[in-house]
C-alpha cells in the first residue's frame, strides 16, 4: 500500500473540467515530481489531495484512508501539509507567528521554532518582522519552514522556485532535500532539471491527465517524453 | 486663560467619549468583516438588542441600588448581553450565512440586511406588549445609573460629566481587551492568519469554520456589549431605531479605518468622536447654526476619505501575491 | 501588524455577480405573411398581459369586494395601495437598473428618489428660483429627473472609481449627506425634520398628469384632490385616477429602461457585471456606460420621487431620502428578482399586500379584522401561554408587524430563491416571460 493514492480523479472549477481522471501513488519516503506546462491541472491536483477544490468523482487515499469528505484542516490534521505556490505567507503576521501558528496545537511552540531557526537561521533575524517585508526568496523559506514545523508525513509542494533568482534556486532546492531525508514529498515544478534532480520518480500531466510516467534514474532533460513540456 | 483651558478640556473629553462609543459600535462589525467578509447589517440590530437586555437586567435587578451596586450590577449587564447577543450571532452564522459562503459576498449582506427587519420587529413587538415606546428611550432603564456616574466631575476647572469619564474608561478597557486577544493569544493569531488567508490557514490544520463561528459570536458579543454602555447615555438610550442609528457611524467608522483593520477602527473612531465632539461645541456655542453639523460632518468624513484613499486610513491597497 | 485583510478585500472586490437570465437569443419564427403589427404585438403578448390585469384591477377589486366582502378585502390590496406600488415599484426598478444589470449596488438611491421629491413639491411652493409655483407638474415632474441624473452624473463621477462594498458605502454617504441637509435645513418649511408639504393655498387642486398646456389632456392625481370621471358605465373616484395615471407614467418609464436595457448599450451593462475587465479589454469605455446608466437611473429615481410626492403632496426626510428607503428598493428587487427590470415592481407589490393583509386596523379589509368577525368566541377567549389570550395574540402578531414576516420571507429569499419571482419563472421557462410566453401559446395553439 503506498502513502497516497490519487485514483481516476475528476475536479472541476464551477462547470470546466480541470481534471479528467489523475492516478498517481506515492510511496512512503519519496519524492516524486508532477511535471507539465502551464495550466494542465498539476495545482489542481494537489488543491484536490487537499480538499480544497474537492474531486467530484474518483478517490483519495492517504495511509490506507479516503480524504474525499474531509475538511482541508483534517486532511492537514492526519499529516498532509502544503507548501504552495506564491508561498502564501501571512504578510501580516510576524515571521515568528508564522512558524507558531504551524505548531500543530498540543505540540511546543517554542521546540517548533527552534527547528524552523536551525534550518533557516536568517529566519531568526527577522523573526520580528512582518512575513509581508521579507523578499521571495525569505519568503519561501519562510513557507517552508511552516511545512517542516507543521509535523507532515507528506508534504505537497508547489513550484518552490518560482519567481526566484538561480542562486536563491540553489538554497531552496538544498533545504527541500533536507526536508526530503525524513518527509515524503510530492512537488509540482517547472524547472525541470531541478525537478528531475529532487524527484525519485516523475509523473508528466497534460489536459488534465497522467500521459507519462517513469524514474528519474538516468534521465536527462532532453528525454523525448518530455518534449511536450515544451510545446 | 483658565477658561479656555478647562473649554479644551471639555470638549477634548467629550470627543474621547464620543470615540469610545464609536469604537464600541464598530469593533464587532470589523473583527466580522475582517475573518469572514461579510459586512453585518445586522450590527445595529445587535446592539439595540444588547441595550435592552442589559436595560431589562439593570431595571429588573438593580433599579434602587445605588453606588457600587449599581456598577456590579452593570457588569452582570453588559455581561448578560455580551452573552445572549454573542450567542444570537452564532445562531445566525451556523444557521444562515454559513449556507451563502460559496456565493457572492451580496448575498450575504443581503441576509443580514433581512435578519435587521426581523430582529426590529421583534423587539418592536416585545417593547409594545410591555407598554413601551418603541421610538423614545427607555427612561427606566436611563435612570438605573448610581449618582456618581450621572453628576459632573470637575477636573483642570472644568466640569465633565462623570458619563463620559465612564464611557472612556470602559471603551479603552475593551478595546485593550480585543487588542490583547487578538495579538497576545493563539486563538487570536489564528483568527489574524485566517482573516488574511483562510484557505491556508486551513491547510495548516486550522479549522477555519469554527472559527468563523466564533468570531462571528465574538463579533456579535462586542455590539450587545456596545448596547448596554449606549443604554445608560442620554444621547442615545434603548430605543428600537438604535439598531439604525448605530449602524450608520459604526459602518462610517469601519469604512474610514480601512475595512477590517483593528488599528483603523480605533484611529477612526478617535477621528469621527473627535470631530462630532468639536462640532457638537460649536453648534452648543452658537458658531455654527445648522444643528446636523456632526452629522453631516461624519457622512462628509467617509465620502471624502472614499474620495482620496478609499483603502482606508490603516488599509492597503491590495497585499498578498495570490 | 494589526492589518490582516489582504484576502479579504480581493474577495469582497470580487465582482457581486448576480445571477444571469438574461438570454440573448431572440425568438425568431416568424410567419413571413405576418404584418408587424401581430408581430410586434406578439412579441409583447406578455407585456400586453400584464397591462390588461393592472388595467382592470381597480374594476375587478370594487366587483370582487361588493360580492365577496371582507374576505376579497383582505386578501386584495387596495386601489390606493396599488398606486404606491406603481411609484415605488418604479424607484426599485430604477435601482435594479443600476445595480442589478451593471452589479454595482447604489446604496444611496434614495437621494435621486427624494430629490425627485423634494424638487417638485418646492417648485410647487415657488421655492426653487426661475420656475414659478404653477409651472405643470408633468414639467416640474421631468425636470426633477433631470436634476437626479444631474446630482447622478456627479456622485457617479467620483463613485465609480470604486467598486463593491466601497460603492455601497460612497453612494451611502452622499444620500446621507443630503438626507441631514434637508433634514435639518430651516430654508424648507418651519419644521424641516417633518418635511415639507404642498400648500393648499396656492394648490387648491391635485397635480395633473397628462400633456402641459392642453387641458383636456390632463387629469389631477391625489386621494382627496384629484378628479374624478364618469363616463358610460365606468365611474371612476380620485383614488383609481390616480391609479391609472401614475400607471401611465410608471409604465412609459418601464418601456424606456426596458429598451435600454435589451439595446446593445443595456448588454455592455450585463457584460459590466460579468467581467468588467473583459468588457473594458474589449475597448468599451466602461466608466461612461457605468455613468450613463446610473443618470438614466436617478432620472427614473427621480420621475419616481416626484409622482410620490406629487400623490401625496408631501414628502420627508424620512419618507424619501433616509437609507432605508434605499433598503426597501433593495427588499424589492431581491424578492422580485435581481437584474430581470421588471421583478423589482412585482416583489414591491408583494411586499405591500403581505404589509396591507397583516397590518390593517380599520374596517374592510386584512387578516386581522377579518378573524375578529369569523373567530368563534370561544377561541378568542382561548388561554395561550401567561394568561394572553388568543385573541391578544393575534394583535399582537398581526396588527402592523409586517416587517417581521417580510424579513423572514426576505431572507428565504435570499437563500433559496436567489434569482427571486421573476428570475424563477424564468429559469422555468428557459428565457424572459415575453420571449417565452409567445412561444408557448404558439405551441398552445397547434
Known amino acids: 500500500m503506498s502513502l497516497l493514492e490519487v485514483e481516476d480523479v475528476h475536479t472541476y472549477y464551477g462547470e470546466s473540467h480541470v481534471l479528467e481522471g489523475v492516478s498517481l501513488e506515492v510511496e512512503a519516503g519519496e519524492v516524486v515530481a508532477l511535471v507539465g506546462r502551464n495550466g494542465v491541472g498539476k495545482t489542481t491536483t494537489l488543491r484536490s489531495i487537499l480538499q480544497l477544490t474537492p474531486p467530484r468523482e474518483g478517490d483519495v487515499r492517504y495511509d490506507g484512508e479516503s480524504l474525499v469528505g474531509l475538511e482541508t484542516h483534517e486532511v492537514a490534521d492526519r499529516g498532509v501539509g502544503w507548501i504552495p505556490e506564491d508561498r502564501r505567507v501571512f504578510a501580516h503576521l510576524t515571521v515568528e507567528e508564522n512558524v507558531r501558528l504551524s505548531v500543530p496545537p498540543g505540540s511546543d511552540e517554542e521546540a517548533g521554532l527552534e527547528t524552523a531557526y536551525e534550518a533557516f537561521p536568517d529566519l531568526r533575524e527577522f523573526a520580528d518582522r512582518e512575513a509581508g517585508t521579507l523578499s521571495g526568496g525569505q519568503q519561501q523559506m519562510l513557507s517552508i519552514a511552516r511545512g517542516l514545523v507543521n509535523e507532515n508525513d507528506l508534504l505537497l509542494v508547489d513550484e518552490p522556485s518560482e519567481g526566484l533568482a538561480p542562486l536563491i534556486v540553489e538554497n531552496v532546492a538544498e533545504s527541500l532535500q533536507s526536508v526530503a531525508e525524513d518527509t515524503t514529498l510530492l512537488l509540482v515544478e517547472q524547472n525541470l532539471p531541478l525537478a528531475l534532480d529532487l524527484a525519485d520518480r516523475f509523473y508528466v500531466v497534460d489536459h488534465g491527465q497522467v500521459v507519462d510516467e517513469g524514474s528519474t534514474e538516468g534521465v536527462t532533460t532532453d528525454d523525448e517524453r518530455f518534449e511536450r513540456l515544451s510545446a | ?322 | 501588524m494589526f492589518l490582516w485583510f489582504a484576502r479579504r478585500v480581493s474577495r469582497v472586490k470580487r465582482r457581486w455577480g448576480v445571477i444571469s437570465t438574461e438570454t440573448v437569443d431572440r425568438e425568431t419564427a416568424v410567419d413571413t405573411d405576418e404584418s408587424w403589427v401581430r408581430e410586434y404585438a406578439r412579441d409583447h403578448v406578455a407585456h400586453l398581459l400584464v397591462v390588461a390585469a393592472f388595467g382592470v384591477y381597480p374594476l375587478l377589486y370594487s366587483l370582487l369586494v361588493a360580492l365577496g366582502g371582507g374576505v376579497a378585502g383582505a386578501f386584495l390590496p387596495r386601489p390606493e395601495t396599488m398606486t404606491a406600488v406603481f411609484y415605488f415599484g418604479l424607484f426599485a426598478m430604477s435601482f435594479d437598473f443600476i445595480s442589478g444589470y451593471t452589479g454595482y449596488l447604489s446604496f444611496g438611491h434614495a437621494a435621486f428618489y427624494g430629490t425627485g421629491g423634494y424638487f417638485v413639491v418646492l417648485v410647487a411652493n415657488g421655492k426653487v428660483p426661475l420656475l414659478p409655483a404653477d409651472t405643470p407638474f408633468m414639467v416640474s415632474m421631468v425636470l426633477a429627473g433631470v436634476l437626479a441624473a444631474l446630482l447622478a452624473v456627479v456622485i457617479g463621477s467620483v463613485s465609480f472609481r470604486l467598486s463593491g462594498v466601497y460603492f455601497a458605502m460612497i453612494t451611502l454617504g452622499f444620500a446621507q449627506v443630503m438626507y441631514v441637509f434637508m433634514r435639518d435645513w430651516g430654508f424648507l418649511s418651519s419644521n424641516p425634520r417633518d418635511g415639507v408639504a404642498v400648500s393648499n393655498d396656492l394648490h387648491p387642486a391635485g397635480f395633473e398628469i397628462g400633456i402641459p398646456g392642453v387641458d383636456a389632456l390632463n387629469l389631477a392625481i391625489g386621494p382627496l384632490r384629484g378628479d374624478e370621471i364618469e363616463w358610460l358605465f365606468l365611474d371612476l373616484g380620485a383614488t383609481e385616477v390616480s391609479y391609472y395615471m401614475v400607471g401611465l407614467v410608471v409604465l412609459v418609464c418601464y418601456f424606456a429602461m426596458q429598451r435600454m436595457v435589451h439595446s446593445p448599450f443595456g448588454r455592455v451593462l450585463v457584460a459590466i457585471r460579468e467581467n468588467e475587465e473583459r468588457a473594458r479589454a474589449v475597448g468599451y469605455n466602461t466608466f461612461r456606460y457605468k455613468l450613463g446608466a446610473f443618470a438614466a437611473s436617478a432620472f427614473f429615481a427621480g420621475v419616481a420621487g416626484a409622482l410620490f410626492a406629487g400623490v401625496r403632496r408631501s414628502v420627508s426626510p424620512d419618507n424619501s431620502l433616509y437609507f432605508l428607503v434605499s433598503g426597501d428598493a433593495l427588499l424589492a428587487s431581491i424578492i422580485g428578482g435581481f437584474g430581470t427590470l421588471a421583478g423589482p415592481l412585482y416583489g414591491w407589490l408583494f411586499d405591500r399586500s403581505v404589509v396591507e393583509f397583516l397590518s390593517k386596523t380599520g374596517a374592510g379589509g386584512g387578516l386581522l379584522p377579518l378573524l375578529r368577525e369569523y373567530l368563534p368566541g370561544s377561541v378568542v377567549e382561548a388561554q395561550l401561554v401567561g394568561g394572553m389570550t388568543f385573541g391578544e395574540g393575534i394583535e399582537v402578531f398581526l396588527n402592523g408587524h409586517a416587517p417581521l414576516y417580510l424579513g423572514a420571507v426576505f431572507v428565504a429569499f435570499v437563500v433559496y430563491v436567489p434569482g427571486g419571482l421573476l428570475g424563477w419563472v424564468r429559469n422555468r421557462l428557459g428565457g424572459t416571460v415575453a420571449k417565452q410566453l409567445p412561444a408557448y401559446l404558439a405551441k398552445l395553439r397547434r
Not at chain 2, 476647572?157 to 472612556?168: D, H, K, N, Q
Request: glycine share 14%; hydrophobic share 60%.
Open chain 2, 1 to 322: 486663560m483658565t477658561g479656555a483651558l478647562a473649554t479644551v478640556v471639555e470638549v477634548f473629553v467629550s470627543g474621547m467619549a464620543k470615540a469610545s462609543l464609536y469604537a464600541m459600535m464598530a469593533l464587532g462589525l470589523t473583527l466580522i468583516f475582517g475573518l469572514l467578509g461579510v459586512l453585518n447589517f445586522a450590527h445595529g440590530s445587535l446592539t439595540m438588542v444588547g441595550a435592552y437586555v442589559a436595560g431589562l437586567v439593570m431595571v429588573t435587578f438593580a433599579a434602587g441600588s445605588s453606588g457600587l451596586g449599581a456598577v456590579v450590577w452593570f457588569v452582570v449587564a453588559a455581561l448578560v448581553a455580551t452573552t445572549l447577543v454573542g450567542g444570537v450571532g452564532a445562531a445566525m452564522e451556523v444557521g444562515l450565512i454559513r449556507k451563502l459562503y460559496d456565493r457572492p459576498p451580496i448575498y450575504q449582506i443581503l441576509l443580514t440586511f433581512g435578519v435587521t427587519l426581523v430582529l426590529d420587529e421583534l423587539m418592536r413587538i416585545v417593547v409594545l406588549f410591555y407598554g413601551q415606546q418603541p421610538r423614545a428611550d427607555w427612561r427606566a432603564a436611563l435612570g438605573t445609573k448610581p449618582s456618581f456616574v450621572d453628576g459632573n466631575v470637575s477636573v483642570l476647572g472644568a466640569s465633565i460629566p462623570a458619563l463620559e469619564l465612564f464611557e472612556v474608561a470602559f471603551g479603552v478597557l475593551v478595546v485593550v481587551a480585543v487588542w490583547a486577544f487578538l495579538t497576545q493569544t493563539r486563538y487570536g493569531l489564528v483568527v489574524r492568519a485566517g482573516s488574511e488567508d483562510d484557505e491556508m490557514a486551513s491547510a495548516l490544520g486550522v479549522d477555519v469554520r469554527r472559527v468563523f463561528t466564533v468570531v462571528f459570536a465574538l463579533g456579535a458579543g462586542l455590539a450587545g456589549l456596545a448596547g448596554a454602555l449606549l443604554m445608560w447615555d442620554p444621547a442615545w438610550g434603548a430605543s428600537v431605531p438604535l439598531a439604525s442609528e448605530t449602524l450608520l457611524p459604526a459602518f462610517v467608522v469601519v469604512i474610514v479605518g480601512g475595512l477590517g483593520t483593528f488599528r483603523g477602527t480605533v484611529i477612526a473612531a478617535v477621528l469621527v468622536g473627535m470631530v462630532d465632539g468639536v462640532t457638537t461645541y460649536f453648534f452648543n456655542e452658537g458658531i455654527i447654526t445648522f444643528s446636523g453639523i456632526s452629522e453631516l460632518m461624519i457622512f462628509l468624513i467617509l465620502v471624502g476619505v472614499l474620495v482620496v484613499r478609499p483603502q482606508g486610513i490603516a488599509g492597503q491597497a491590495e497585499v498578498g501575491g495570490h
